[in-house]
């Protein structure tokens, strides 16, 4: 019977958590926004992880990819701690990617919200103009 989880998910989400701690604590770059880790993707001998992180609070694309390398900047002192809080017999490298999903999610939620709002507005349009119409018919007779 295969097992639900490789040994990369396990790693994967233990690796997600330790990182959140440890930029929440241990990283003090006034540069850094809140980070919000949202993947974190290891490669099969476990020598490397992608780690996805979204910036709270950041306004622009731009702003958002140049946190990411100040992480990257940050990633060997990153890896030298996580070796000392997991058991691993080697800490992968870590490489910090922008993740531009959340962004594209917010863009594509106010999108739904505007058009619901103008379809709203169309129909109290519509029928108010209809109501008219038939109060009109009625005083006709």
Do not use: C, W
Not at 76 to 102: C, E, N, V, W
Request: glycine share 4%; no cysteine; proline share 3%.
């Amino acid at each position: 019977m295969p097992r639900e989880f490789t040994r990369n998910d396990r790693v994967s989400d233990a690796l997600q958590r330790e990182l959140a701690e440890l930029i929440r604590d241990e990283v003090r770059d006034p540069r850094l926004k809140m980070v919000n880790i949202t993947g974190v993707e290891v490669n099969r001998d476990l020598a490397n992880a992608k780690v996805f992180v979204t910036f709270v609070g950041s306004d622009s694309e731009d702003e958002s990819m140049q946190a990411a390398k100040i992480l990257n900047g940050a990633s060997g002192f990153l890896r030298s701690l996580l070796a000392k809080r997991m058991q691993m017999r080697t800490t992968p490298r870590l490489h910090f990617i922008y993740d531009p999903s959340s962004k594209r999610g917010q863009d594509l939620s106010a999108l739904i919200d505007t058009v619901v709002k103008t379809d709203n507005a169309r129909r109290l349009d519509s029928d108010a103009s209809s109501s008219d119409s038939s109060s009109d018919t009625s005083e006709d007779n």
